[in-house]
Nanobody, 127 residues
Framework: VQLVESGGGLVQAGGSLRLSCASS????????MGWFRQAPGKDREFVAA????????EYVDTVRGRFTISRDNAKNMAYLQMNSLRPEDTAVYYC?????????????????????WGQGTQVTVSS
């Protein structure tokens, strides 16, 4: 399974960005997918995750209400809509997926549970 992120960039505080994640190398929808981020000097942290059918989502408290995760299995795509961006959202954002079956009822916040990762896309929010 390969994951490729796009959509990062430089935005002013209060602005919006939409990250995309294209997946390939699988014949059926991935299990849960997630977004993580890593700021300079910090550990990679969980941001959001979604089940295989989009029926359940999880968010870290700091982004809940501002970010929305979604996916389109027909297009093998996942998205992270980020609104009301803050300087503290600045980080490299990584898309992650779990390719094993059966499908899970809940997505994981633990990065160790994901077995596919993208290369990351930089998001910079200026104040």
């Amino acid at each position: 399974v390969q994951l490729v992120e796009s959509g990062g960039g430089l935005v002013q505080a209060g602005g919006s960005l939409r990250l995309s994640c294209a997946s390939s190398g699988h014949s059926s929808p991935l299990d849960y997918m997630g977004w993580f981020r890593q700021a300079p000097g910090k550990d990679r942290e969980f941001v959001a995750a979604i089940t295989w059918n989009g029926g359940y989502t999880e968010y870290v408290d700091t982004v809940r209400g501002r970010f929305t995760i979604s996916r389109d299995n027909a297009k093998n795509m996942a998205y992270l809509q980020m609104n009301s961006l803050r300087p503290e959202d600045t980080a490299v954002y990584y898309c992650a997926g779990r390719s094993s079956s059966p499908y899970s009822r809940r997505p994981s916040r633990n990065r160790g549970d994901y077995d596919a990762w993208g290369q990351g896309t930089q998001v910079t929010v200026s104040s």
